[in-house]
């Protein structure tokens, strides 16, 4: 579905699960883009966390963008946003920049200038960390991208939503995404083989879902005792490759290795649902996996909109 302002026009935000593997993040981004980019925004703020997965969010939204922070060794030098001539109409139309990174080069009242002079120019700027740079900005951003857990997307008016305070919720979430991506691996290593990472997804507040056309033949009281053992150890958490990560001595395949957290020890109140339920959508069986404490006791009420809390939260 294209852009299109008379829809937008009544959304104050909107949320997604914020997807862990690189190709489905890509995807998302993708979608985002075409339904909330317009081709007359100027300023597009991007809120995250370190490995939250900005980077491919915005490949995904902005397909053969150049991106000038060193998250995979790339450091463009100078910044094309400080040292090109902004009027020539010849000049790029798409500029990025990752604010905390290039504060360490550059004061922040001078970013904050060249991010202006390009939007008055009818250019785009890609701002990563947009929280940070918006005190020197005094203007919000045409649109809001906050990602943890979820993902928010929103086009801030003179009323807000401010920056800080999607910041304030994603950089508390994402530590669930990355928890139960640690644990999605976890389980579908000690299920041993047949159950491949590459196969079908859904997605739960707080947790994860695998999802498998055949009932698997696996224990789930004997996998949740194995994981937990591993969880016990404390076992460092890493990068290995583009499509590994490596949990204490085990390499595992992953489809999003940057996403997790440092080490095992971190995971609290992780628990296994005892049963494969099967979707009566598509009749696939699912083994879910669950952080913290949930409100219900009933699987289909896990990703519940919770009305009381969310106006607490804006009331105080």
Known sequence: MAYSKQMQDGNLYSYYFAPRGNRRMADLGMQLSQM????????????????????LLIKGMFPGVDLTNDDEGVNIRPLP??????????????????????????????????????????????????ELIF???????????????????????????LPENIAKIVHKSVTYRKA???????????????YAQDGPRSDVRHGFV???EEKPQVDIYELERKVKEAVERDLPVSYYDENHVQIGDYILECLGPRMHI????????FTLVKDYPQDPRNGYYMLIGLLGKH???????????????HLTNHLK
């Open 36 to 55: 909330y980019l317009s081709p007359f925004d100027h300023i597009i703020g991007i809120i995250g966390d370190a490995g939250a997965g900005k980077s």
């Open 81 to 130: 946003l400080l040292h090109e001539n902004l009027e020539d109409p010849f000049s790029p139309h798409t500029y990025h920049l990752d604010i905390r990174f290039e504060s360490a080069f550059t004061q922040m009242h001078v970013l904050a200038g060249a991010i202006l002079e390009a939007a008055k120019n009818g250019k785009m700027v890609i701002v990563e960390h947009f």
């Open 295 to 309: 409100q219900s006791d009933d699987i289909k009420d896990f990703n519940r909109i919770d009305i009381s809390k």
């Open 180 to 194: 139960a991506h640690t644990l999605e691996d976890l389980c579908v290593h000690f299920m041993g083989e047949g």
């Open 135 to 161: 005190p020197f900005l005094k203007r919000n951003a045409d649109l809001l991208v906050g990602i943890g857990e979820e993902i928010i997307i929103t086009r801030p008016n003179m009323f807000g939503p």
């Open 262 to 269: 440092s080490s095992t020890g971190k995971i609290k109140d």
């Open 210 to 212: 695998l999802e498998f």
